[in-house]
């Protein structure tokens, strides 16, 4: 394979797999939107048996004057509590490459 091919076939293969990232996923649960620490985080419920959450920070934009870094562990944590008014199971916690964190829930 000529070097101009393969360096198309690598972006093409590049741009799709970034593609079916960015893809929604059917969801019937509502996104409820929180603000901790001055960051917007979006909260759904993606499994009912456990309660299972996803939280998302977003990127503020990318803006690189924005407030100052802080713990996402600590950020997700706050995000869930007040979106779900449940206590999060931290053992179950773990985050995703993207920065998606995943937990359960014990509502009581």
């Known amino acids: 394979m000529t070097s101009p091919a393969l360096a198309a076939l ?3 293969s590049a741009s799709f ?3 079916c990232d ?3 996923v059917a969801n019937e649960q509502p996104t409820k939107t929180v603000t ?7 909260v759904v419920q993606v499994g009912e048996e456990p309660a299972t959450w996803k939280a998302v920070r977003d990127n503020n934009g990318l803006n690189p004057f924005g407030r100052p870094a802080a713990s996402r562990t600590l950020q997700a944590t706050r995000a869930i509590n007040a979106a779900t008014g449940c206590r999060v199971v931290r053992s179950t916690m773990y985050q995703t ?3 998606a964190f995943y937990v359960q829930v014990a509502c009581n």
């Open 10 to 12: 690598l972006l093409l």
């Open 17 to 19: 797999l970034n593609a």
């Open 22 to 24: 960015a893809l929604p």
């Open 36 to 42: 901790v620490m001055g960051r917007e985080w979006a």
């Open 97 to 99: 490459d993207t920065g």
